[in-house]
């Protein structure tokens, strides 16, 4: 009995039938890995990343599957691109060390190719509340994104999706949120070309936020009344790091700085 | 320490920097294009449209001739190129936001011999703003493969000169 029909008899009997796989083709890939079909493995694997939509976790074991079947099946160079999307996502991501060695190469391959580099793919966001915007900055090595979706709200209200080309500076109006010090929710995905999730900064039930959170207010029990009623402010470690950068002058990384002052320029003067 | 760290560190705490200073650093590709430029300016474009492939378009407007003032946010205009030795370059402060900034080393002749430019929002307490300057084809023909070393240095031009 050939491997294929091997593996289609076992597939078979564990009840994964194909309709499943196009459902959700990456459990259909699990079970193709564990059934060492390492070419239905891949197909699979690259059909869950085709169909877009796979949050930063799942999308990184896609990558994995996709890596250790591409070097299964002697494809080196699809197996080292893999490993190394892979581990653009995940610097930490490995493989199984009981692989042979012919499997982890490729992998070892791709850990040597971000040694080498200076650069990670990442992302940083931050509100400018003087112009209204949300700006993330992005650095992508190897131009794997092509989207950044900033969902935004105020302090109450739904959700409202901004959608941007993917580039090394994006910047995302945020209309009328930023009102005084209205509270603005953010939280920002960077995206590839198939939809799936590559930067994860927030989510809708962990937000980023700026503005003067510490004065919103807060659901679940009361407080007990300990006569401090107008400190709440005071007891927010977010207003402290703003009155120090206040006056001591001095940047906060940019991120919640909410001010939009000049900043003063010094020459440096240097030969290659 | 290295000479541009020394150097680089020595500007910073003479000019009393505080937290809201970045250091513009302006890289000559050798000390001979350094002694070879008259003047050196700095200008800054606010990228409005969010251009942000401005550089090369602003790079080939600025060696033919320096920008329009109404194209620019900011400007040091031509100064010695000399100042940037003796830290007397001042740099007017920007607005926020993202610019594309600009830098033109110009012979005595006023032909651009080195440009520079990077896309940037420059904040408090970021990072160094770095003009890596290249030469232009100006200075590729002026200045061909196999021309001598200027005997001149750095420090005779701005002490004594050299032309």
């Known amino acids: ?16 039938a194909p309709v499943a796989a196009q459902d959700d083709p990456l459990p259909a890939a699990e079970q193709a ?24 976790a799942r999308l990184t074991r896609i990558y994995q599957l996709m890596g250790i079947a591409a070097a299964a099946q002697g494809l080196e160079e699809e197996s080292r691109d893999a490993y190394i999307r892979m581990l653009a996502l995940d610097p930490q991501a ?24 200076s650069e990670r793919l990442g992302a ?27 969902y935004a709200r105020g302090a109450h209200g739904d959700y409202r999706e901004h959608r941007s080309e993917a580039g090394p500076s994006t910047v995302v109006e945020l209309d009328e949120l930023l009102e005084a010090d209205a509270v603005v929710e953010y939280y920002v995905q960077v995206l590839d070309a198939h939809g799936n999730r590559l930067i994860e900064i927030g989510d809708e039930f962990e937000p980023e936020v700026s503005g003067e959170a510490a ?58 | 320490m290295t000479l541009r760290a020394s150097l680089l560190l020595a500007m910073t705490m003479a000019s009393g920097c505080g937290g809201d200073t970045v250091v513009v650093e302006f890289n000559f590709p050798s000390t001979d294009a350094f002694v070879r ?16 492939r401005a550089c090369p378009r602003l790079v080939r407007m600025v060696e033919v001739s320096p920008l329009d003032d109404s194209l620019t946010d900011l400007s040091t205009e031509p100064r010695d190129v000399c100042e940037l030795r003796s830290a007397a370059f001042e740099i007017p402060s920007p607005r926020s936001g993202e610019h594309a900034w600009i830098a033109a080393a110009r012979g005595s002749s006023g032909q651009a011999l080195l440009t520079a430019c ?34 001149c240095t750095p420090e005779d031009r701005c002490s004594r000169g050299c032309r």
């Open chain 1, 1 to 16: 009995m050939s491997r294929a029909s091997l593996s289609l008899a076992l597939a078979a009997s564990l009840g994964a």
């Open chain 1, 33 to 56: 890995y564990l059934e060492v079909d390492f070419e239905r493995t891949y197909e699979l694997a690259r059909r869950a990343l085709e169909d877009g939509g796979q949050p930063l």
């Open chain 1, 94 to 117: 490995e493989v199984d060390r009981n692989l042979s060695p012919r499997l982890r190469s490729p992998f070892m391959e791709a850990r040597g190719f971000w040694t080498s580099r």
């Open chain 1, 124 to 150: 940083e966001a931050r509100v400018v509340r003087s112009r209204a915007l949300v700006r993330v900055r992005l650095v992508d090595p190897l131009e794997m994104a092509s989207a950044v979706v900033v």
């Open chain 1, 215 to 272: 004065e919103r207010p807060t659901e679940g029990p009361l407080e007990p009344d300990d006569g401090d009623g107008g400190g709440g402010a005071l007891r927010s470690p977010w207003f402290w790091i703003v009155a120090v950068a206040v006056l001591a002058g001095a940047g906060v990384g940019g991120y919640f700085l909410l001010r939009d002052d000049a900043v003063s320029l010094e020459p440096g003067l240097t030969f290659q």
């Open chain 2, 37 to 52: 430029s008259a003047t050196i300016e700095l200008v800054a474009v606010s990228l409005v449209d969010q251009d942000l």
């Open chain 2, 118 to 151: 990077t896309v940037r929002d420059v904040f408090g307490g970021g990072e160094p703003l770095v003009m890596v300057l290249s030469p232009t084809d100006h200075y590729r023909d002026q200045f061909p493969a196999g021309t001598p070393d200027e005997a």
